[in-house]
Nanobody, 122 residues
Framework: QVQLVESGGGSVQAGGSLRLSCEAS?????MGWFRQAPGNEPEGVAS???????SYADSAKGRFTVSRDNAKKTLFLQMNNLKPDDTAMYFC???????????????????WGQGTQVNVSS
């Protein structure tokens, strides 16, 4: 079992920034960020493997940066130039290996945190 605890969510105006964090109880090979808005299916945002390889959803490219501190077993998501469409509950997930973000979201594979809410107003 891997416990994941997210933090850093909040309310910002469009164009603002937030940095999400996720603390894991143990180190895992692949970690990722996902989000779900009311009435929508879960959506993959970004993932990172323990060697630093990253993958981003098109909606995140150029605005979001995923990183991790392996020593502290912590995952980060720096979100810049936020838009109202980014409003959602953001979840951290961990798995033994990285897979396609859309498949990961659909299968809800691995371990998931409880989420942190991000609200972006126009």
């Amino acid at each position: 079992q891997v416990q994941l605890v997210e933090s850093g969510g909040g309310s910002v105006q469009a164009g603002g920034s937030l940095r999400l964090s996720c603390e894991a109880s143990s180190r895992t090979s692949c970690m990722g960020w996902f989000r779900q808005a009311p009435g929508n299916e879960p959506e993959g945002v970004a993932s990172i493997s323990d060697d630093g390889s990253t993958s981003y959803a098109d909606s995140a490219k150029g605005r979001f940066t995923v990183s991790r501190d392996n020593a502290k077993k912590t995952l980060f998501l720096q979100m810049n130039n936020l838009k109202p469409d980014d409003t959602a509950m953001y979840f951290c997930a961990a798995a033994a290996f990285c897979i396609d973000l859309r498949v990961w979201a659909m299968r809800r594979a691995g371990y998931w945190g409880q989420g942190t809410q991000v609200n972006v107003s126009s």
